[in-house]
T-cell receptor, first 115, second 112 residues
Framework: ETGVTQTPRHLVMGMTNKKSLKCEQHLGHNAMYWYKQSAKKPLELMFVYNFKEQTENNSVPSRFSPECPNSSHLFLHLHTLQPEDSALYLC??????????????FGPGTRLTVL | SQKIEQNSEALNIQEGKTATLTCNYTNYSPAYLQWYRQDPGRGPVFLLLIRENEKEKRKERLKVTFDTTLKQSLFHITASQPADSATYLCALENSGYSTLTFGKGTMLLVSP
């Protein structure tokens, strides 16, 4: 609907697993973002990519590893996660991460549960 | 420290009334502010953007005001409908970084 798709929509993993979240945008945008949304907390910006280059890493633990192979695709690789990492992970895109006044288009999110 | 405050309690109103949601901020000097709508289990959807030199912005039944002196934005939905029930998020630009910081959001419940 928004032009940003995320897979999987739901993911349950153990603390020793390795998994990846995928995001794809069909809007021709040049900036992509990963956010974490936990219950009762505001959206937390994790990573920003602008023209495939990482421009922001908000002190995210190394167990989260982003990858942006091109302007349309964004991945979040997960390994040895903790139960407190359980949350809704949202991907977003905008026209240009270095421009101003750009609204962001969000995907539906991946609901992650870490056992 | 920087802070964005939105009413944490849900706002309950009757259909047809005007809903007013508040976003207050401290230690920010945003060039603009955005409002988003989020339905349960889904990603936020952009609604409106207002710049620091704009006092008011309208889009259909939506109206946003921005008072940089009071450090406050008000978001109004006129003639509210049950379909307007959702959580509404305000987001401020991080000066010079072109990224956004979001408030926790306010849940709006419109009853028939």
């Amino acid at each position: 609907e928004t032009g940003v798709t995320q897979t999987p929509r739901h993911l349950v993993m153990g603390m020793t697993n390795k998994k990846s979240l995928k995001c794809e945008q069909h809007l021709g945008h040049n900036a992509m973002y990963w956010y974490k949304q936990s219950a009762k907390k505001p959206l937390e910006l994790m990573f920003v990519y602008n023209f495939k280059e990482q421009t922001e890493n908000n002190s995210v633990p190394s167990r989260f590893s982003p990858e942006c192979p091109n302007s349309s695709h964004l991945f979040l690789h997960l390994h040895t996660l903790q139960p407190e990492d359980s949350a809704l992970y949202l991907c977003a895109s905008s026209q240009d991460g270095s421009g101003r006044y750009n609204e962001q288009f969000f995907g539906p999110g991946t609901r992650l549960t870490v056992l | 420290s920087q802070k964005i405050e939105q009413n944490s309690e849900a706002l309950n109103i009757q259909e047809g009334k005007t809903a007013t949601l508040t976003c207050n901020y401290t230690n920010y000097s945003p060039a603009y502010l955005q409002w988003y709508r989020q339905d349960p289990g889904r990603g936020p959807v952009f609604l409106l953007l207002i710049r620091e030199n704009e006092k008011e912005k309208r889009k259909e039944r939506l109206k946003v005001t921005f008072d940089t002196t009071l450090k406050q934005s008000l978001f109004h939905i006129t003639a509210s409908q049950p379909a307007d029930s959702a959580t509404y998020l305000c987001a401020l630009e991080n000066s010079g970084y072109s990224t956004l910081t979001f408030g926790k959001g306010t849940m709006l419940l419109v009853s028939p």
